[in-house]
C-alpha cells in the first residue's frame, strides 16, 4: 500500500522556522530520518521513501497554506493513494506547546490548510497529526503568534519532539490511525 504523508507550510525564508510551519519542520525531520531529500514537483516539493516495504510520498506543498488541497488532491490522485493512508501534520494553537494528538478525521477547527484540503478531497475523514503551538497571545494576536518565531528554548522541544513524530508517522504507516492514536495520543 502506497502512503502520503504531508507536512504543511509556507513557503519561503520569511516563514521559515515559524509555528505555522511546524509541519514542513516535521516532515523534513522524517525525511532526513529516511535519508532521503525533496525534490520540486508539480505544486509541492517531494520526496519518495519505504517504510517496511510500504511506499511514502512525503510532499511540502509549494502553494501556500490556504492552497494545500490542491497539492494533497494532485498527488492522492497522481500516486493512487487511498483516503486513509493519508496523513497531514498540521499546527494547532488549541493544543498546548509541543502537545501531539493523532485524529484520524474532524473538522479544520479554523485553519485555512485543513479548509483547502476538506475542500479538495470534499471529505473530512483524513487523518491528522496536530501538533501544539499553545496559545500564549494577546487578544486579536493570532497571526503575530503562528506566524512568529521559535524562542531558543521551545526549539530543543522541538528538536526532542521530532523523534515522536517520526514514530508516530512509522506507526501510521505499519499499524493504520487506530493503533497510532492509542500509543501517541496523551504521551
Known amino acids: 500500500m502506497k502512503y502520503l504523508v504531508v507536512g504543511l507550510g509556507n513557503i519561503g525564508e520569511e516563514y521559515k522556522n515559524t509555528r505555522h510551519n511546524i509541519g514542513f519542520k516535521i516532515i523534513d525531520a522524517f525525511a532526513k530520518a529516511s ?27 509549494t502553494t501556500y497554506m490556504n492552497l494545500s488541497g490542491k497539492a494533497v488532491a494532485y498527488w492522492q490522485k497522481q500516486e493512487k493513494i487511498e483516503l486513509e493512508n493519508i496523513l497531514i501534520l498540521v499546527d494547532d494553537i488549541a493544543l498546548p506547546f509541543a502537545a501531539i494528538r493523532l485524529r484520524a478525521n474532524g473538522s479544520e477547527a479554523g485553519h485555512n490548510g485543513l479548509k483547502s484540503i476538506t475542500e479538495c478531497l470534499q471529505t473530512q475523514n483524513y487523518s491528522r497529526l496536530r501538533f501544539g503551538l499553545g496559545n500564549d497571545y494577546p487578544k486579536g494576536g493570532q497571526v503575530d503568534f503562528v506566524l512568529g518565531k521559535w524562542t531558543d528554548e521551545q526549539e530543543k522541544v522541538i528538536a526532542e519532539k521530532l523523534e515522536t513524530t517520526t514514530n508516530a508517522i512509522q506507526s501510521f504507516v505499519q499499524n493504520g490511525i487506530q493503533r497510532t492514536m492509542n500509543f501517541f495520543n496523551g504521551k
Do not use: H, M, W
Request: hydrophobic share 35%.
Open 35 to 61: 535519508q532521503t531529500e525533496f525534490v520540486s514537483g508539480r505544486y509541492a516539493d517531494i520526496a519518495e521513501t519505504k517504510f517496511r516495504g510500504n511506499p511514502i510520498f512525503l510532499i511540502k506543498p
